[in-house]
Structures are given as C-alpha cells and as structure tokens.
C-alpha cells in the first residue's frame, strides 16, 4: 500500500514540477523557515537536510541566506529535483546538493544540525516513523522543522473541488478522508504525531498566510499540487465538467474583485513591529531591479497605493510632503493591484500592465516618491500583507519599528520623531481616515462609473478584510 502511494505522489509531482514554484505562499512561508532557524542558532557553518525538497522553495532560499552552511536537498520526484536544480543555477546558490531518494527509504550516514520538511509529512501513511528516521539524523542539540496546513487552509475551494471530484469518478478523491489524524490539520494531529515518534515539541507556531486569488488561479493552484492526481484520474470531458461547475461554484464566493481568499494558514503574513522585515526584489519606473535591503543605509517609510483606491488619493499628498521634511529616510511606495478596476482603469495580467499602471498613478497623483513595483501577482505586496493602502516603517538594522494596517498620517509623524532610537510602536490597527466624498468619487471614476457601485457595496466588506488581517497578522 505504502509503495502504491508513493509512487502516485512521485507521479503527481512530476507532472506540476514546472508551475509548482510559482505557488506565492510556498515562498512566504520559506521565508519564514529561515527565520525559525536563525532564531534557534547563531552558527554560521551549518549542515541542513531538506527532504521532500520539491522545486526548491525553502532549501534556496535557506541557501541564499545561510551562505556558509552547506545543504543536502533530498526529494522522490526527478521532476521536481530538475527543477530545483535549475532553480539553484538560475539562483546562483552553489551550496546545495541535490538527491533523488524516496523519504521513506533514506539513505545516509551524515548527521545535520538542522532537517527541514515543508508540507510533505501528510502525505505519507506512515508519518511518525519518517520523522523517528529524522531525527535520528540530528546531532546534539539539533532541530527538526516541518509544515503543515490547517483545517482552514485552501476552503471552501478545497471541498468544492473534492466534491466534484467524487461525483465524476476519481477513486482517489473518493478514497480521501479530509478528516483523519494524518493530514495533521489540528494541533492535537501534530501532538499526537510526535508522541508516536517520540519526539519532543520544542515550539508549535500556528501562524498563517492569507491574499486574494482569482477562480482562474485557484483552478491553476489545483491543477499543480496534489489535487493534480485525481484531475489525472478524469476523463477529458469530465474534467470539464469539473473545471466548469467549479468555476459556477467559485463565483458565488467572490468578492467584489472577482477574488476568493487563499487561506494556506501556516505561517506568518507580514512582520510584526518589532521583527525583521522581509526582503523582497521589485523594479523601478526605469527598469532597474533592485530589493528593500537595497535601501537600508537609510530608515524606510514603505507605503502600498494604486489608481483606484481613494484611501491612497488621500495619503499620498502629505506623504510626500513628509518625504521633504525627512530626507534622510527613504520613502517607498510599492504599486499594488487596483483596488477598484473597472472599465477605464483594468486589472493586470502582464508586468507590462502592471508597470504602465505604476508610471500613471505617478503621472495621475504627481507622486514624488520612488515607486517600486512587483511581480505581476504581487509577491512583495502578499508577504507584507496584501492590502490596498498600508504603512511599514523600517530601521537600518531591519526591524519593523512601525505597521499601520490603513495608512495614518498622525501615527506616522509620531513614529517618524523617534526614526532614529530603538522605539518600537506596537499598536498597529488604525481606523480608515475617510477620504472626502469628492475626492472619493473622482478616484473612483478613474477606474470607471461601476467602481463607484462596487466601492459602496464593498467598503463594508473592505473593512472587516483590514481588521481580520489585522488580527491575524499580531497572531
């Protein structure tokens, strides 16, 4: 039985290895595995295993950090190692090796101050005995970091999918308990892992990643993780089928964009006043690729805006202004997706788009700040916590001192008196600061008549958004 399931999950993943690096959260949450480890050791010269290595997310970007650590990347699928591998050329890192073995059938002898493991551990009917295998690979006073999703994550989507599934014939979804120990959606499943592989729980984050997707990329999402297997398992005109009643099914939860939120709750959205902020790569007006880090010879003031979103209409004039009056701190605005795009003002789906877009809020709002803009699916803009118009404040040394989940020109003043101490303003949600009506309405016809429907039907909805975000992100 073991054998079965392993070779379809080796099957499975050879076939998504292509799109599956292109997932946003498996990024974010390798972000945060960095983290974990620079927060349980200070050595530099590490030996780190990751099993069940897939493309490479969380090795590459552990490698690209801890350049003096050397990493063994481990995985089943030669798909996904090929990918990987490129990944790490296309990357640069050069201290990472790669090793197609089964993680139920490991094979080596080294020993590892650190093993990691993202989202592999559900998959496996035996689960308890690999992490035993684990962490006998550990030296002294090593650790074992694994992921896991919980029982929110990838709903309602997940069980309408399932459901369709089921009803057009794939034995695979019908054989699949949602509800099972293994899937280790609960803490007690993860708990009850370890006590059957005798391993002790050192820390037990339940933090989480949340940002809006669009029926097309929930059915591309499906089409490239483990759902992969049962859509394989349809015949052609049933996988239609599926495809469309669960587009008909999706529609009916979006919001007024279009969007269902992603809840992949497993990590951290955004740092917290604070905590090291999240560096991220993003373009210029003119072209030039450049990252955050780039700009911490100074304190950043970094803020999110687009054509359409009167909140950041009615920020952004006295941003600039405080960008006069401190010129010795950088002032970023990073474009987002537009918060009301209709007919005059579209969406994007290219980077193309996405950069003529940034140049006319420039053009539009006469903004005076250097205007960074990221990928087209807004990876920089997800990982600090995908909403329309925020504020982070962050010193020269990398931490968070500031975090308003709407932009508040008060609070930011006060912040910005004490830019250069260790002050560190903790509250971070902060009522919107409405803009006038005029203003408004102005902003909101630039994306087109409709825009103004929508923005009265959804502020509401708009609202809760912020403050739910809010109380996730200071989980």
Request: hydrophobic share 40%.
């Amino acid at each position: 039985m073991q054998e079965k399931e392993q070779e379809y999950a080796k099957t499975t993943f050879d076939k998504v290895a292509n799109k599956y690096d292109e997932i946003p959260f498996f990024k974010i949450s390798a972000k945060q595995v960095v983290s974990i480890i620079q927060a349980h050791t200070t050595e530099a010269e590490l030996d780190v295993l990751d099993v069940a290595c897939g493309t490479g997310n969380v090795v590459l970007e552990c490698a690209s950090s801890m350049n003096k650590a050397n990493f063994d990347a481990m995985d089943i699928s030669e798909g996904m190692l090929a990918k990987a591998e490129a990944n790490a050329k296309e990357t640069g890192v050069e201290n990472v090796s790669f090793h197609c073995q089964d993680i139920t059938k490991l094979e080596t002898a080294k020993k590892y101050d650190v093993i990691t493991c993202s989202y592999a551990l559900f998959f496996l009917p035996e689960a308890h005995k690999v992490l035993q295998t684990l962490t006998g690979l550990l030296k002294t006073d090593a650790i074992v970091i694994f992921t896991s999703f919980l029982a929110e994550a990838f709903e309602p989507s997940g069980e309408i999918l399932l459901t369709l599934l089921k009803k057009y014939g794939s034995n695979s979804a019908k054989e699949y308990d949602k509800d099972k120990w293994e899937n280790l959606k609960h803490v007690k499943d993860i708990e009850h892992l370890c006590t059957l592989a005798d391993v002790n729980i050192v820390e037990l984050q339940t933090k989480k990643i949340r940002y809006g997707m669009d029926v097309d990329e929930w059915w591309e999402l499906f089409n490239n993780t483990g759902y992969k297997g049962m859509l394989m398992e349809l015949t052609e005109e049933d996988y239609e089928r599926v495809k469309s009643e669960y587009y008909e099914a999706m529609f009916s939860h979006a919001d007024m964009d279009g969007e269902v939120e992603l809840v992949a709750d497993s990590y951290f959205v955004g740092p917290k006043a604070g905590e090291k902020y999240i560096d991220f790569e993003a373009t210029t007006l003119d072209g030039k690729v450049v990252a955050l880090s780039d700009y911490l010879d100074k304190p950043i003031v970094l803020d999110t805006g687009s054509i359409t979103c009167p909140m950041y209409a009615n920020t952004q004039s006295p941003m600039n202004a405080l960008q006069d009056e401190y010129p010795d701190v950088h002032f970023l605005l990073l474009y987002v997706r537009e918060a009301h795009p209709v007919a005059r003002t579209k969406g994007v789906k290219t980077i193309e788009e996405k950069m003529d877009n940034a140049k006319s809020t420039k053009e539009i709002y006469g903004e005076k700040r250097e205007v960074l803009v990221d990928s087209v699916d807004g990876y920089a803009h997800k990982l600090y916590g995908a909403m329309p118009n925020m504020t982070y404040v962050i010193g020269t040394d990398g931490i968070v001192k500031f975090r308003a989940n709407w932009t508040n020109i008060e609070a930011l003043k006060k912040v910005l008196l004490h830019i250069d101490d260790d002050t560190i303003e903790e509250k971070s949600h902060y009522d919107v600061t409405k803009p006038p009506p005029l203003l408004a309405i102005k902003v909101l016809l630039l994306g087109g008549v409709r825009a103004l429907y929508e923005f009265a039907v959804g502020l509401p909805q708009l609202l809760r958004q912020h403050a739910e975000a809010d109380r996730i992100m200071d989980l």
